[in-house]
């Protein structure tokens, strides 16, 4: 089976594998959210998002989607991307996650959340980290693109 007429040039062949990385991470972030909405089937979200618990969530949901937007929207619009501002802001996102979980198995030992709760609720915060990581790796991909 013959793919294509012509060979591709060493950049075209270099864009294409490119933008292969930029469809693999959006379908990896993609993958995270519908695990995200999976995982409330498993536990009412007025369950798992409750109190301080909820807060929490959310506040880093909003920071996380603010991350990827801030990345799509220069992918998009094909601007340049300030990586090491990315790596940065990429970095202190990570950092909360930890914070954020650490804080809620506090509330666990103490009781306050059941423990399926508790376990979906970290599965949820680690799906935002990975999100935050694939949003790190389409900047890194766009930033490839552009050195062609």
């Known amino acids: 089976v013959q793919l ?14 490119s933008l292969i990385l930029v469809a693999d991470e959006f379908e990896s972030i993609s993958d995270y959210l ?7 089937k498993k536990e009412p979200i007025r369950n798992l998002l409750k109190g301080a618990a909820g807060e929490e969530f959310y ?10 937007n801030t990345i799509a929207n220069q992918f998009l619009k094909d601007t340049p991307i300030d990586i090491d501002k ?19 198995l506090e509330e666990v030992g103490k009781g306050a959340h059941p423990p399926l709760s508790a376990l979906t609720y970290s599965d949820m915060i680690m799906s935002l980290r990975k999100i935050r990581s694939h ?14």
């Open 4 to 17: 294509q007429e012509m060979s591709l040039s060493q950049k075209e062949s270099f864009e294409g594998h």
């Open 34 to 40: 519908a695990n995200i909405a999976h995982y409330t």
């Open 59 to 68: 506040s880093y949901f909003r920071e996380v989607k603010s991350f990827y």
């Open 86 to 104: 990315i790596f940065k802001e990429s970095n202190i996102l990570k950092q909360k996650s930890y914070r954020v979980r650490d804080k809620h």
């Open 135 to 148: 949003s790190q790796h389409l900047a890194l991909a766009h930033q490839k693109s552009k050195e062609v």
